[in-house]
């Protein structure tokens, strides 16, 4: 993660929304803040929810400040787009260019918002999902090509990367059997994929870490959860400073 450390919270939010129009951080660098960015990925059902949780409860035991957020979502306006993206009566006619638009709009927002001011004050920041969703899910899954994908990913995080990725890895099949699981209700549009669609997303996952060894890593998430979480904790205290 790299944002700049050095300068006043009221300096650099003036500059920011000088040069980003309203945006809350300029996304230039110059040192590293104390702060660290934690994402996970994975597709649905994989399990990420329930070892953000884990983790922030051991953050916060070592006396670290955790900030838990999601995407698309984790400000008034994320969440407003969440609901057009998940439950909007005529979700199944988005086209991919809509849906990664919308996605990255969150994105841009909550990287703004929350993020990149938390990493400035030290926080630990996990969150569940982060600009490789886009890359998978609409870059690979739904066959954008890659070039306009990184570009607007790109322009939504500046340079506000993850310290480390944790993609929760579960076999496809496993992945739909617990969606069908834990529905208590219609499922929204994203359990609605078949299962060529998250066969391709995992697939992607995979792929990813393969092209970012340094920082993503990949959990088998048939482990039993206790064993996910120490798994989850080694990488954890390999960067924390």
Not at 92 to 115: G, H, K
């Amino acid at each position: 993660m790299s944002i700049a450390a050095d300068a006043p919270l009221n300096l650099v939010a003036r500059e920011g929304r000088k040069r980003f129009g309203g945006s809350l951080l300029p996304m230039s660098t110059k040192a590293k803040p104390a702060g660290m960015l934690i994402s996970f990925e994975g597709s649905e059902g994989s399990g990420k929810s329930t070892q953000i949780s884990r983790l922030a409860a051991q953050l916060e035991r070592k006396g670290r400040e955790v900030i838990a957020t999601r995407e698309p979502g984790g400000t008034e306006i994320g969440e407003q787009i969440r609901g057009i993206i998940v439950h909007n009566s005529k979700g199944d006619e988005m086209c991919p260019e809509t849906e990664l638009l919308l996605f990255t709009a969150a994105r841009a927002q909550l990287v703004r918002e929350v993020i990149a001011p938390a990493l400035l004050r030290g926080a630990i920041v996990l969150s569940d999902r982060y600009l490789d969703s886009s890359t998978v899910y609409q870059g690979i899954a739904r066959n954008l090509a890659p070039g306009p994908v990184n570009e607007i990913n790109r322009f939504a995080v500046g340079t506000v990367m993850p310290d480390l990725t944790v993609v929760i890895d579960v076999p496809t099949e496993v992945s739909l059997a617990r969606i069908r699981q834990r529905a208590s209700g219609l499922p929204d549009r994203m359990e609605r994929q078949n299962i060529e669609f998250y066969t391709k997303v995992r697939e992607g996952y995979l792929l990813l870490a393969k092209q970012w060894p340094d920082r993503v890593v990949v959990i088998d998430g048939t482990l039993p959860p206790d064993a996910i979480d120490k798994r989850i904790w080694t990488e954890v205290q390999k960067r924390l400073a």
